[in-house]
């Protein structure tokens, strides 16, 4: 048999592996970096969290779009996971008030669709990536009821701020009663077993009132502008 009719031999399955794994590390960079240049001029922003199952007729869905159109009548650009649920209200909401929707879509098996609420819409396949975004280009958090990605998106940010690993902000949890369960084990527990300090509940806020919220974020920010520092920004390269 002549060189030129020799079969292609086949790479092994480990190194298959390994050459998909090499290209997909483009594909991660190529996440942050298109999703860097489409948000870079959207601040300030609001990034509002909840569960992707929420109905339309739920009370948790008309107050988060209440929550999202003041927040965007009075110049906040709103972030949601562009998905149904609480994050249609967020982004439907932010739609029809006078700042930017915002909608960081993942690819998922189920449940994700993409809500028609968007001014802005980005797509990602990796959670780590979209979860970059919501952190970086947010000046506050508001957490609407909702399961375990809430959850995480909570926990990281609370992670975050704790550590120093990005700037402080405000962190707003509404729906009390929904929280009180969580916020209680925390104090009784996290606390008590000293896994947490006492002074990390001042992380926290509980707030209900949509405009309640609004205000808790411009006090926050009264005496130092939406802007992050130079130091801040330093910061946020180690996220």
Not at 39 to 61: C, E, K, M, W
Not at 88 to 112: R, T, V
Request: glycine share 8%; net charge negative.
């Amino acid at each position: 048999m002549s060189l030129q009719n020799k079969p292609a031999t086949a790479l092994p399955l480990e190194k298959q592996w390994s050459a998909k794994e090499s290209w997909r590390l483009f594909g991660i960079m190529a996440e942050f970096v298109e999703g860097t240049e489409r948000l870079d001029s959207i601040q300030p922003a609001v990034s509002i969290f909840g569960s992707a199952r929420t109905d339309a007729n739920h009370p948790h869905y008309k107050l988060t779009e209440q929550i999202a159109r003041q927040l965007s009548d009075a110049g906040f650009s709103v972030i949601s996971g562009g998905g149904p649920g609480v994050m249609e209200a967020a982004n439907k909401g932010a739609y029809y008030g006078s700042s930017p929707s915002i909608g960081l879509n993942i690819q998922l098996p189920h449940e994700q669709r993409r809500n028609p609420y968007q001014d802005i819409s980005q797509s990602f396949r990796h959670f780590f990536a979209r979860k970059y975004m919501f952190v970086k280009f947010a000046t506050a958090y508001v957490v609407m009821p909702g399961g375990f990605g809430t959850l995480d998106e909570l926990m990281e940010a609370l992670t975050l701020v704790q550590t120093g690993k990005t700037r402080k902000m405000p962190i707003i949890l509404v729906c009390s009663d929904f929280w009180r369960g969580l916020i209680d084990w925390f104090r009784n527990v996290l606390i008590a077993e000293n896994c947490i300090s006492p002074e990390d509940m001042d992380l926290i806020q509980i707030i209900d009132e949509p405009q309640e919220v609004v205000s808790a974020i411009f006090k926050h920010y009264e005496t130092r502008g939406f802007q992050p520092s130079s130091e801040e920004r330093e910061i946020q390269l180690n996220l």
